[in-house]
């Protein structure tokens, strides 16, 4: 079985330009979700689809931050403009299903570093 | 509020000694835990996971985990630790109080095994 796929694996950007991620979750999981890792830390939840359906976008940074998942299977996450803060890596990861016993696949991540 | 803590920030074994590494957790209602594993530049492995019943959860490569109820801990443990062992541990809660599923990490064990 395919694992979860994620591009680019690394970006250099300069402050306040755009960037944007691309995950493709493992086939038939209906569940996605987008973590932040900043070095040393764990990933924090960024945003969580059920579908194409937003569940919990609640530290998402809206003013900056969008997502998307229109067609319940591919996803992409933009920052615009990035900020210095933003350097971490990008997890994707999904789920067969919503319920709360059903482990997480993530994804190799995409390393972002903002100069 | 639901929180993870990994209390070391590096464990040190030696090759074919047990090793263990820490997690405390804290929830409002029913915890469902799980640990990962990260290998430089990879993305999260999941190891384990407990929902309910045994209280010692076997897992993957080896790995075995212990639920404490009373003391609200869920450490992970192995029998003979393997220089392959050497990576970055997290330990996760899901977050079941609202409708979001995500997992809350802690900020991760560096497990490092010499020969």
């Known amino acids: 079985e395919a694992g979860v796929a994620q591009s680019p694996r690394y970006k250099i950007i300069e402050k306040r330009q755009s960037v944007a991620f691309w995950c493709n979750p493992i086939?038939?999981?209906?569940?996605l979700y987008w973590y932040q890792q900043i070095l040393g830390q764990g990933p924090k939840l960024l945003i969580q689809f059920q579908n194409n359906g937003v569940v919990d976008d609640s530290q998402l940074p809206k003013d900056r931050f969008s997502a998307e998942r229109l067609k319940g299977v591919d996803s992409t996450l933009k920052i615009q403009p990035a900020k210095l803060e933003d350097s971490a890596v990008y997890l994707c990861?999904?789920?067969?299903?919503?319920?709360?016993?059903?482990?997480?696949?993530f994804g190799p991540g995409t390393r972002l570093t903002v100069t | 509020a639901q929180s993870v803590a990994q209390p070391e920030d590096q464990v040190n074994v030696a090759e074919g000694n047990p090793l263990t590494v820490k997690c405390t957790y804290s929830v409002s209602g029913n915890p469902y835990l799980f640990w990962y594993v990260q290998y430089p530049n990879r993305g999260l492995q999941f190891l384990l996971k407990?929902?309910?019943?045994?209280?010692l959860v076997k897992g993957s490569y080896g790995f075995e985990a212990e639920f404490n109820k009373s003391q609200t801990s869920f450490h992970l443990k192995k029998p003979s630790a393997l220089v392959s062992d050497s990576a970055l541990y997290f330990c996760a809660v899901r977050d079941n109080g609202q409708a979001g599923t995500a997992l809350i990490f802690g900020k991760g064990t560096t497990l490092s095994v010499s020969s």
């Open positions: 086939s038939g999981h209906a569940t």
């Open positions: 990861a999904s789920s067969l299903k919503r319920d709360n016993s059903y482990e997480q696949y």
């Open positions: 407990y929902i309910t019943g045994d209280n």
